[in-house]
């Protein structure tokens, strides 16, 4: 497949110093890592908050570092956990007294270098703790999992989380209210088309022309099932009949999210988001704000997730806090 790249092996590399060089007003490189962090850390008096993963999910996570979300994403090589030297960098980084906190999604590699970095900081005596995202609902465990895997609903969580923390609140209290939006999010995926790990040089599996895979992972860990592919009001109802079975968010306030995975038109995103509304409307539901684009790809993958969030007043005014990052202003 064809990729527009120089080494294999320089991808993030290079990506990190072209994100950092670009948009210097409001990121920064910490030098001989590949830690991404806003311009001012450490931020006194203020929780930091880190989070990251694997590349090949852009914006995530770089897109969401600054004002009002995170202080710091760890980029990992593609579809790889990043290492935890990287992350206890970043840890300390964004470190102002206050206590950091990391909000990871479920899968096992970042999990664990994650955790091994928290017990590594600590033992350094920063305070630290941690949530673990996993709001797909499609499969209990997966290739990369234990558990329900984190996808686009982490961006959600690192919304309300960011806004927590950027009012001064203190360590467990930014803690309880990403714990909280974690029970309250849910998502659901599909692809019409696989991605191709640029090492690997050709797709990571295959789908025939005329199928498609539900409930597939951003990593493109196996879904539920392989079926014929349908018209886009078929497939945003299956997927939100899911959710749905999953939570009760009948009579509720809630927030969308429609998710290019990285090849999808905004033109096909919007005739999902469109679907979205209409049935969300006729089950009751009053949708409070609704986001359409590319949150959390994976590569050049075609295809799309739902995300709804359950809101409260608390999660209300925390989503709807102004931000200054790349990927989710307000």
């Known amino acids: 497949m064809k990729k527009v790249v120089n080494d294999v092996n320089q991808i993030v590399d290079e990506m990190i110093d072209g994100l950092t060089s670009a948009h210097s007003h409001y990121l920064k490189r910490l030098p001989n890592t590949?830690?991404?962090?806003?311009?001012d850390v450490p931020v006194q008096g203020k929780v930091g908050i880190v989070s990251g993963g694997g590349s090949g999910h852009e914006p995530a996570h770089a897109g969401y570092v600054g004002k009002g979300m995170l202080d710091a994403a760890v980029v990992g090589?593609?579809?790889?956990s990043p290492t935890p030297d990287q992350v206890i960098e970043a840890i300390k980084a964004v470190d102002s007294g206050a206590g950091v906190l990391l909000i990871i999604k479920n899968y096992?590699?970042?999990?664990?270098?994650?955790?091994?970095?928290?017990?590594?900081?600590?033992?350094?005596?920063?305070?630290?703790?941690?949530?673990?995202?996993?709001?797909d609902v499609a499969v209990e465990d997966s290739t990369f999992t234990t558990g329900r895997r984190g996808i686009a609903g982490t961006v959600f969580v690192h919304k309300i989380a960011g806004a927590m923390a950027e009012s001064g609140a203190s360590?467990?209290?930014?803690?309880?209210?990403?714990?909280?939006?974690?029970?309250?999010?849910?998502?659901?995926?599909?692809?019409?088309?696989?991605?191709a790990v640029p090492a690997a040089g050709k797709p990571s599996f295959h789908l025939g022309d005329t199928e498609m895979e539900i409930g597939i992972g951003i990593h493109g860990e196996p879904g539920i099932k392989r079926v014929p592919l349908q018209e886009a009001d078929q497939i945003?109802?299956?997927?939100?009949?899911?959710?749905?079975?999953?939570?009760?968010?009948?009579?509720?306030?809630?927030?969308?999210?429609?998710?290019?995975?990285?090849?999808?038109?905004?033109?096909?995103?919007?005739?999902?988001?469109?679907k979205v509304t209409q049935l969300l409307k006729e089950k009751q539901m009053n949708i409070h704000r609704t986001?359409?684009?590319?949150?959390?790809?994976?590569?050049?993958?075609?295809?799309?997730?739902?995300?709804?969030?359950?809101?409260?007043?608390?999660l209300k005014d925390l989503l709807d806090r102004d931000c200054k990052t790349l990927s989710f202003c307000n």
């Not at 994650?114 to 949530?131: L, P």
Request: aromatic share 6%.
């Open 77 to 80: 090589e593609v579809f790889t």
């Open 236 to 274: 945003a109802s299956a997927l939100l009949n899911n959710i749905l079975l999953d939570k009760d968010y009948t009579h509720s306030d809630i927030a969308v999210m429609v998710n290019g995975l990285g090849a999808t038109p905004e033109m096909e995103l919007y005739i999902v988001s469109r």
């Open 108 to 135: 096992t590699g970042d999990v664990m270098n994650f955790e091994m970095a928290k017990e590594m900081a600590e033992m350094e005596g920063i305070q630290v703790d941690q949530v673990i995202v996993n709001d």
């Open 291 to 314: 986001w359409v684009g590319e949150y959390m790809t994976s590569l050049e993958m075609a295809g799309f997730s739902i995300t709804l969030l359950k809101l409260d007043d608390q």
């Open 34 to 39: 590949t830690v991404i962090t806003r311009k």
């Open 171 to 195: 360590l467990a209290e930014v803690k309880e209210v990403a714990e909280k939006t974690i029970a309250n999010v849910r998502s659901m995926g599909v692809a019409l088309s696989s991605c």
